[in-house]
């Protein structure tokens, strides 16, 4: 069971915590996450044994930098921890919904207990909450912004404009985040990988077809520091030289081969049916290639220019 938390726990500088702890009375004022089923509550600090809190599963963030989080320790070691982690409970233990680097650290630490806020929580209301604290504090990199969104949308059934709603942006931003997500695996960790690469760049990326090529242009983007500008007119001038070659005559060949079989078998349907089918092709170049077809009654005479003898056309294309 919690016990109220008292000075001197681990460390923790108790005054710092008093002074910034929010005490939420008027339902008004509170938002819709803090006044979930209208209850109405005070926050209360109160010392959590650490090993009874697990990890939240849905926490946004799926990379730690071990080296900011051994930072994070040896600031805390030093100053105390001057916020409380948020947690729910869950069955016999708790859930954390916001402070996992600050849980780590203390374990780091060898910490037994750490202040922690308890509070009533659904799966949606811990969902947007932990992702929201991340944003809050600049803490994602922008795919792991996306797939929060991502996974918000698939979960809970919310539309891009109810989402963005709920967390204080607009239904483009979180449509402009969610096209991040069709590129390659291998290509976001690329991407991460290489912090001069933006999420702007990123996006630029989408405009290449293969994984492949939007690996190339990583490489050659952090190589020559490219900016968002030169990134998408190289994209744009490679896109124009690729239509280019596939208007090359051996293209046009692969394509009219299946067109000119299914016209063989209409012809050959008109003949069966008593008319004079007449099929004349002509190559003009590299690149055109010109199909007339004459049809008339069997046994009429046709000439040249496509007319019976009686003057009348008989068609053609």
């Not at 799966?123 to 929201?132: D, K, M, R, Y």
Request: aromatic residues 4%; hydrophobic residues 35%; glycine residues 6%.
């Amino acid at each position: 069971m919690p016990r109220a938390m008292n000075k001197g726990v681990d460390g923790v500088k108790l005054t710092d915590l008093l002074r910034s702890r929010p005490v939420k009375e008027d339902e008004e004022s509170a938002s819709p996450l803090e006044t979930e089923a209208n209850i109405h509550w005070r926050e209360e600090i109160i010392a959590v044994p650490i090993e009874q809190i697990k990890p939240s599963p849905y926490q946004p963030r799926k990379r730690m930098d071990e080296g900011k989080l051994e930072e994070l320790a040896a600031s805390i070691a030093e100053h105390g921890l001057l916020h409380p982690v948020v947690v729910r409970m869950r069955d016999d233990a708790y859930e954390l919904v916001v402070g996992e680097r600050r849980w780590r650290a203390c374990q780091r630490l060898g910490w037994r207990s750490i202040p922690a806020v308890v509070r009533e929580l659904s799966e949606q209301a811990a969902a947007e909450l932990a992702l929201i604290e991340n944003l809050q504090r600049k803490d994602l990199d922008f795919f792991e912004e996306a797939e929060g969104y991502q996974r918000l949308i698939t979960e809970f059934d919310l539309t891009q404009e109810e989402l963005a709603q709920r967390v204080g942006c607009s239904q483009s931003a979180i449509a402009n985040k969610l096209r991040l997500l069709r590129l390659d695996p291998k290509v976001r960790e690329a991407i991460i990988s290489r912090e001069i690469i933006s999420e702007r760049h990123a996006r630029a990326l989408l405009r290449l077809e293969s994984a492949e090529e939007q690996l190339e242009m990583i490489q050659r983007i952090a190589k020559e520091e490219l900016s968002v500008k030169k990134v998408e007119k190289l994209i744009a001038d490679r896109g124009r030289k690729g239509k280019t070659r596939g208007q090359k005559w051996v293209g046009v060949i692969k394509d009219v081969r299946p067109f000119m079989n299914s016209l063989r078998k209409l012809t050959g349907q008109l003949e069966r049916a008593g008319l004079a089918v007449e099929v004349q092709e002509e190559a003009k170049g590299l690149d055109d290639l010109i199909i007339q077809i004459r049809i008339g009654r069997r046994g009429e005479t046709q000439r040249k220019d496509g007319s019976s003898k009686d003057g009348q056309n008989l068609g053609g294309s």
